[in-house]
């Protein structure tokens, strides 16, 4: 078995998702966990503890700060504009399937994802809607929530998934399987090559 630097098996089949994609060239890269934002400031309170000689002055601590770090960043391949990725400040004539923001820094394209299983064991889903509020509100960023194994239902399966996570044996997969030239060739008869408007 491969090592694992994922905090979820899900974070990690959705990283074979992204290798199909580089290999493609649809991609430019990936990161995993790089960029770290502060959504709030620590807040504290002063008050005064009485010595034996003097007023000593005091901070307590009332809130801790808080950040939020998406589990992916996609840098994209700028071809594929409207058909993989709809730039978030642009209109369209169809609706492409992920978000996307043009760097301030440079003219690279990059969305945000949020990896989940379908089961949400201690409703983390909740907390990362809050998160992805806070974010877009303050700085401009949209994350989208990917749920694995329903991306690979929507989209495609990557040629690692249909294995086990040990390589060894095949996965028993119980819905509709597309490879990803099925899926290039279906998302090219939608027309998703459509003029941005």
Request: charged share 30%; hydrophobic share 30%.
């Amino acid at each position: 078995m491969e090592p694992n630097k994922y905090q979820s098996n899900e974070e990690l089949y959705f990283s074979w998702w992204c290798d199909t994609l580089k290999d493609k060239g649809i991609i430019k890269r990936y990161l995993y966990e790089s960029n770290t934002f502060k959504l709030s400031e620590p807040k504290s309170f002063i008050y005064t503890k009485k010595l034996v000689t003097k007023v000593k002055t005091l901070k307590g601590s009332l809130l801790d700060a808080h950040e939020y770090t998406p589990d992916f960043i996609i840098e994209w391949n700028t071809e594929y504009d409207g058909i993989f990725y709809r730039d978030i400040n642009k209109v369209y004539s169809h609706k492409p399937p992920y978000f996307a923001m043009q760097s301030k820094k440079n003219e690279s394209v990059y969305s945000l994802f949020e990896i989940k299983g379908s089961f949400d064991r201690n409703n983390m889903t909740r907390l990362f809607r809050l998160n992805q509020k806070w974010l877009y509100d303050k700085y401009d960023l949209y994350v989208d929530l990917l749920i694995i194994p329903d991306l690979f239902k929507r989209t495609f399966i990557p040629d690692r998934w249909f294995y086990t996570d040990s390589g060894r044996q095949p996965r028993k997969i119980n819905f509709g399987v597309k490879r990803f030239n099925e899926y290039f060739m279906w998302l090219n008869n939608q027309q998703y090559r459509r003029t941005k408007e």
